[in-house]
């Protein structure tokens, strides 16, 4: 069966006078994609209920389903309800649930206090629409049938947004009966650039069952997609997983790998940071469970507390951008704290302070553990934001690399994961 | 004179699956909202030739400016140059510039080796079109007229982009000659919610000229934004600067806020970080000359480093997420370190952990100067992420409160910037 056609229409004047990036609707082409639909098109339009009605038939005529957010709130300028209505043919009607809803949701957080006549706005629904439950605010998501086309709306707060769409993929079957729910696997790469990736999967990308894709996350790794029919994404999965097995990584992430399997080991981290400020401990502190591998880090920004906490030599420290530098504050760390791996950085990030020697956007990056410490240099191009961001990123491939190098024979910890992996 | 209407159309199947979020619409709306263009419409299309070439015709028939991005790179997936030639009714040619462009950054990164045959077809450019020459990459941009459209394609990597959306704009105005650049404003708040401001600043928001907008930053202040005619922003600047005078921040951010507002009183910073991990550290090392105010931080994640590094008592160590805990961190953290304010975070950042007692969320943030010590707690919902980004947003503002309480009567620097004070 082809997959139904959905649209999505992001609805909002801050979406395109351009001060909010519209995650709503990546959000949701991702959940839709993975339920079996295909998004053909992502809009956005301003609060005008002219041009919101205007994208709205449009997007219904060339849809089997479209996903509306934003407009749903109790201010004049939150006009989905009456577009819809419009665009339907029926007329709106107060909805005796919502406006329950509304009111236990006053009493909740406001006691004492009424719902106002514009909160009581928000208990509209066009004529025939089911209202769908909000448990994150007060604005009702919607949806109801035009023709042969189903139209969503939901509110534009990404959390309240974020729970609805959850429930509306869950009842969406029942209105597309033939649907077929793809697998969808991820691997995750690092230690590589995409252009390579490409190159080495060479054919691999063609097709149409499975579909593969490959994404730059952004902190850094790569991510491998494969979606179609299950036995087809399987057979996919094992062929790549043989390709890319050096570069694989056993969960989402660098830092998602590191913490793991340093707790597997018994073992535990610690940084010393520079040009990076605390963002390496912080990117593993983002993992659950990170306390248990994690004691403490330091960040060492100025030369003397370089010295002074992690008992870089002078001479190293005053040149501060280099490796005898990097492999000191690895090497401080590991015997100051007892950890049993440190991970050190020092660079440039800038804006100022470059020179022709010593470019800004030139970081090192050092591990140490019981075996040594290694060490490497990389220049990074960009703002201030992204060499801190890319030597982050350097910083845990190093320590990742270093852990890999050393695990045991069987590898155990090197496998791809299933995300959607539901018998079926 | 009324704006031209612009519509942005962004390329990629990555947009509409859900795999990438579209920053570069966003980034181009507001770059042309600012340049004195009215936005009706954003749009994301699949690689498809045909969908694409429907909506660029879709979106020229509707707008005096369209401006793409995406698919213009060498693979057979980018197929912008093809539909945008169709679409205007024009053949490719092939044109000598770009071509010169693409053997030239060839030489240069890649030495010896020859451009490839679909190298050599990102210099096709649609008969009459302008090349914008890209700096960043080997795909030029385009621009061409289409009866009463401009349109622009420009490369999807978002780098690229923003360096040719720059040079863009700065073209623009010869093909709108009565184009009017308004005068934008913004000022920058913090320690208010945004409803609150909203009720504050009942009536405000109306009417069209100024234009004043609302928003919260990622990095938890809000923005109050005024565009339009030079006169009346500066006006209405007036008339909100006096109505937000207690929440006022000199600068984009409470750590853009605090870093200079140390700097200028010779003051430094430390921080003493557990359920933050580095973060706040991070987020005061985001701001260019942050290194001669923080010259180190600590995270002290476990017990153990709370006590050893620290000295906080082992009896506050017992019970982490305190008020008694995380004001001894912050007194610890100055002690230690002899800087002359210290900040410091303890909370249940989850997701595991919590206790009808303390419950996942809880964060107690502190800061500690000469004269004495300050703390509060915060119960945050969320994920973990949501936590910890919140957390640091709390550490940041009291420190921000403790600093500008401190301030002279004069309060020189409290002041809203003006971000495009251009004079005209």
């Not at 979406?15 to 295909?38: K, P, Y």
């Not at 990097?326 to 660079?347: K, Y």
């Amino acid at each position: 069966m082809s997959r139904p056609r959905a649209r999505l229409l992001s609805i909002g004047d801050e979406l395109v006078n351009g001060r909010t990036v519209d995650t709503n609707a990546t959000h949701l082409a991702r959940c839709l994609t993975d339920a079996g639909f295909l998004v053909v098109g992502i809009a956005a339009v301003g609060d005008g209920h002219g041009a919101l009605a205007t994208a709205l038939t449009a997007a219904a005529d060339d849809a089997d389903l479209v996903v509306c957010t934003g407009g749903l709130g109790p201010t004049d300028d939150d006009r989905t309800r009456a577009a819809l209505a419009e665009v339907v043919g029926v007329s709106l009607v107060e909805d005796a649930g919502a406006w329950k809803a509304i009111r236990r949701r006053w009493a909740l957080l406001r006691p004492g206090q009424e719902p106002s006549p514009s909160n009581r706005r928000q208990a509209l629904v066009p004529t025939g629409a089911e209202v769908l439950a909000n448990d994150r605010g007060t604005a009702p998501g919607l949806l109801v049938r035009r023709a042969q086309t189903w139209i969503a709306c939901l509110p534009g707060v990404p959390h309240e947004m974020i729970a609805m769409a959850e429930r509306l993929i869950r009842i969406l079957p029942r209105r597309f009966p033939g649907l077929v729910v793809p697998r969808v696997a991820e691997l995750y790469l690092a230690g590589v650039g995409e252009s390579l990736v490409q190159e080495h999967l060479y054919g691999q990308f063609d097709g149409e069952d499975p579909q593969v894709g490959i994404t730059v996350s952004e902190s850094g790794h790569l991510v491998l997609r494969v979606v179609g029919a299950p036995a087809a994404v399987r057979a996919r999965l094992a062929i790549l997983r043989r390709k890319v097995r050096p570069w694989l990584l056993p969960a989402p992430g660098l830092a998602a790998s590191i913490i793991p399997t340093l707790a597997a080991r018994s073992l535990t981290i610690t940084t010393a940071e520079s040009c990076t400020v605390g963002l390496v401990a912080a990117a593993l502190g983002s993992v659950p469970g990170a306390s248990a591998v994690l004691h403490e880090a330091l960040v060492a920004y100025a030369p003397e507390a370089k010295r002074r906490r992690l008992g870089v030599a002078q001479a190293a420290v005053q040149e501060v951008v280099s490796q005898a530098c990097v492999e000191a504050m690895a090497r401080g760390a590991r015997r100051r704290t007892g950890a049993d791996v440190a991970v050190a950085t020092t660079g440039l990030a800038g804006p100022g302070g470059g020179s022709p020697d010593l470019p800004v956007g030139t970081v090192w990056v050092a591990v140490a553990d019981i075996h040594g410490v290694q060490s490497r240099s990389v220049r990074i191009d960009g703002s201030r934001a992204r060499v801190q961001s890319r030597a982050v990123t350097e910083a845990l491939l190093i320590t990742w690399e270093r852990l890999a190098a050393s695990r045991t024979a069987r590898g155990g910890i090197i496998a791809g994961k299933a995300v959607n992996d539901v018998p079926r």
